[in-house]
């Protein structure tokens, strides 16, 4: 029964009540992943599942046997941060910070799925290709909730970084 | 959290057996049941990991689709056939929730979720029949704006949540189970239940039976479907109300129409009697609206909601006139 986070092998936990949230934050220590509102309606405990971005608060750990988890804490690169949170910084996109890791992993999942051609509701047409505008960012982007209200600045570092790819 | 076992079915038949005899729950994506049992108003002694099983979209025979009831909500919506030839279903399922949520739930797992009334969530304070039947409900003299108009009993006004499932109940979708007699299907305008005097069984599953998919049918004319949710805000909240619907013209005549509406009764509401004031009629916003005031003419509405019959009004009179012009 293991699970690999951030490239390490993990043992998952022997109780099945345990979350994922609760399991990456008090099994393996890593605390970048936040504990909101433990109901999925925040967004904070987002983290990356064999590339998709989940709410950890809402998973069971022992359901992701096997599973790939991408937690904030494995976005750098050595001491070089990923762009995107470089790019938080630079637009302004957190205050308390709170929010940050579960925002920065929505996105690159986000990212992925435009790059997939997955539409969202606001798409006009549904068959055409995924075009980042604000709208679709702060549609695809509702999941995270940011109280401080760096939304906008969240969605430039956004646009800069991992939805340029995407146009690209 | 109540202490439960957790066990991974390897195909249908296996998770009928792991769930017989015991207060077992199947789980799919977890995003409401694990909620449920947190919140200790879900407390099963058993989950049956049903997740693994079929997540597969297939073309039917007769020009439909067979979902797998373990596709997730996003695989579903990204379908190139499902956003081309149903559009409904796919911006139905792109209104709910969030995207995380949508990568982690399931088909089955949308048709069998809760109801968000917080008179059902909330297990220290409230009354609730649905929760703990004869206890009676606090919403229908609390707070009730997001409660049910149409269909709702003394028992309960709790209003279904999912989006999905009122794209489906106006697609005639059907619902294939399996059960321990057997397996069988159920037109999925059949599966949901009005509260009446057991607001406890939200659908007519007999205890055990899984839900291993969901079938479209070919319906041509759905290609000109859509769906519009209004809500408190622009994204991820429940829908005050919503709209699904479907038109078919000939000329300025209405030849075919299915109509549903969601957050307004306790399961997906499919408007039978706007689509028979519809049919054969012109598609003028008259017409529309007359149909729409034929739909809501039993509204019962509670002291906070009376203002979803007119959003209900006025969102199908939009939406049919949004598709008027796009079919014509």
New interface residues.
Partial sequence: MSINVNGSTAKLPI???V?LLDFLRDDLHLYGSKKGC???AC?AC?VLVDG????SC???A??YQGRKIITVEGLAEGNALHPLQQAFIDHDGLQCGYCTPGQIC?AI??AT?AK??????V?SD??AEVILTRDEL???M???LCRCGAHNGIIDAIRETVAAETAA | MTPFSYVRAIDAADALRLAAGSAAAYLGGGTNLVDLMRETVARPDTLVDVSGLSDTIEETDGGGMLIGAAVRNTALAEHRAVRTRYPMLARAILAGASAQIRNMATVGGNLLQRTRCSYFYDTDGSRCNKRAPGAGCDAIEGFNRNHAILGASAMCVATHPSDMCVALVALDATVHLQGGRGARTLPFTALHRLPVDHPEIDTVLEPGELITAVELPPLPFAKTSTYRKVRDRASYAFALVSVAAALQLDGDRIEDVRIALGGVAHKPWRAFKAEAALRNGPATEEAFRAAAIAELADATPLRDNRFKVELSTRTLIAVLGDLAGAAA
């Fill in positions: 109780d099945a009540r979350s433990n109901q999925g967004g987002t998709e971005r989940i709410l809402l998973a069971l022992v359901q929505s999942g986000m799925e997939r051609g997955v539409p969202s509701y798409s549904l068959g702060q549609e695809r509702s999941g995270n």
